[in-house]
């Protein structure tokens, strides 16, 4: 079962959060008037799961986000979250104040949760160190780099700690040395107690993944889940599309 396979070190940092599943069960979609997208789309993820949605353009990849974050409704099928409280989302085009530093960007969530502007401000230059961003606390979010500022989205969801974080393709601007270091930090979101889901295009970000779902796996006609995993091999509790070992 998958979970006597997560390592111990991650079990005991998750543990202290309540517990928060994302479940999907026969979602399918279609906008007005347009062909169906996808179907039969069942899946079932936990805290410290990190989920890539492939499939090619226009297969719906942004759509599904949209729909598990709320603001699409499926035209089949359900969704259920339960624990999940908060949802983070980090688009494509990362969206920063452009004068604000990046110390700002991380700090501010911070603020917001009452901690004081020192213990802010240090939590939020330990989480950019963290993403190999220390040497731009200070530069206004305008003067970063298209990599610098989709890392800076990712600390500062680190600091939010969504239960659901949703991500649009983070790595599709970036060149392949940004992109391998982006990859790496879903992993540490997700070992801060989220479940993490990345629409992407880029076998690296799929590979730095636990599971995948493939909008394109499957012909739309086929009764099967698209979910697979990808943490070892041939795993029978994946025969179940909502595993009920998870
Ligand atoms: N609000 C909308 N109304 C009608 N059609 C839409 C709407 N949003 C998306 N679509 C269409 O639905 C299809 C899926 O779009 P979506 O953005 O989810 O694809 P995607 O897999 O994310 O593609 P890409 O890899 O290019 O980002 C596309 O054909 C798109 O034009
Ligand atoms: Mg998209």
């Not at 309540?18 to 069942?42: C, M, T, Y």
């Not at 799961?49 to 759509?63: F, N």
């Not at 949703?166 to 997700?190: C, G, I, K």
Request: hydrophobic fraction near 35%; charge should be neutral.
């Amino acid at each position: 079962m998958l979970r006597s396979r997560r390592p111990a070190a991650k079990t005991k940092e998750l543990r202290g959060r309540a517990d928060a599943e994302i479940r999907a069960e026969g979602l399918g979609h279609a906008f007005r008037g347009g062909p169906l997208l996808f179907e039969n789309v069942s899946f079932r993820f936990r805290r410290g799961d990190v989920v890539a949605i492939c499939g090619p353009s226009g297969s719906g990849k942004s759509t599904l986000l949209s729909i598990l974050a709320g603001w699409e409704k499926p035209v089949e099928g359900q969704i259920d979250k339960p624990g999940i409280r908060t949802t983070g989302w980090v688009f494509q085009n990362p969206h920063g104040v452009a004068h604000r530093t990046a110390l700002d960007h991380v700090a501010f969530p911070l603020l917001a949760q009452g901690s004081s502007r020192r213990d802010a401000s240090d939590r939020a230059r330990d989480v950019l160190s963290g993403f190999g961003l220390e040497n731009t606390a200070e530069r206004p979010f305008h003067a970063l780099s298209g990599g610098e500022a989709q890392r800076l989205m990712l600390a500062r969801a680190v600091c939010i700690a969504p239960d659901l974080l949703l991500v649009d393709e983070p790595t599709a601007q970036l060149d392949q040395t940004t992109a391998r270091t982006v990859n790496a930090t879903l992993r540490h979101v997700a070992d801060g107690g989220s479940i993490v889901l990345v629409a992407t295009h880029d076998q690296g970000t799929r590979d730095a993944c636990t599971y995948t779902v493939d909008l394109a796996a499957h012909p739309l006609t086929e009764r099967t889940s698209v979910v697979s995993n990808l943490e070892g091999g041939k795993d029978e509790s994946n025969s179940d599309p909502l595993r009920s070992g998870a």
